[in-house]
């Protein structure tokens, strides 16, 4: 059997939580409006586009206590050492995983698109997919930030995977 207030109690929070919901994309509508004025595009919010380096530093002012942000943001501070994250390098990750999360609402709310699909009229097989992901890994291997985020040398495992690769084509 239903508890009835229970029930009540639900409705009500499905109703304020839509309410919420609203209000959030009327309020992301309104900041980002400086964004969609200044024809901000989504290459621009990318990884070495204009505004990337801004991106990240609003989400790290907006993730962190305003004294992990001077760790942070003060470059001359190792991220690690010996193997062992320093405590700039236990920030870097807080920060980057939410890069991504921030510019998508920024580009939903823009009306931009992120990343089109391709459309295509066989679906990828197993084998594709496979080296779609080996070939995504090679390039998060290349990036600037790799030797900070793993533990083992990143240079010589895309090389690892890019022969896998060869050999298995």
């Avoid at 029930?7 to 900041?31: C, P, W």
């Avoid at 995977?161 to 050999?167: E, F, G, L, Q, R």
């Amino acid at each position: 059997m239903t508890n009835l207030s229970n029930s009540t109690a639900i409705s009500a929070a499905f109703v304020d939580l839509a309410k919420a919901h609203r209000s959030h994309k009327e309020r992301m509508a309104k900041l980002v409006k400086p964004l969609a004025d200044a024809k901000v595009s989504a290459a621009d919010l990318k990884p070495g586009g204009l505004y990337y380096d801004m991106l990240i530093d609003g989400v790290a002012q907006a993730y962190l206590s305003p004294t992990e942000y001077k760790i942070w943001a003060d470059t001359s501070l190792a991220t690690s050492v010996k193997g062992e994250k320093t405590e700039r390098g236990k920030l870097q990750p807080r920060v980057t995983s939410n890069v991504s999360k921030v510019r998508n609402a920024i580009l939903e709310a823009c009306g931009l698109t992120g990343k089109k699909k391709k459309e295509s009229s066989a679906p990828r097989t197993a084998t594709q997919i496979f080296f779609d992901t080996m070939d995504e890994f090679a390039v998060k291997l290349s990036a600037d930030d790799a030797s900070d985020k793993y533990e083992f040398d990143p240079r010589l495992a895309r090389d690892a995977i890019i022969a896998m690769v060869k050999t298995l084509k």
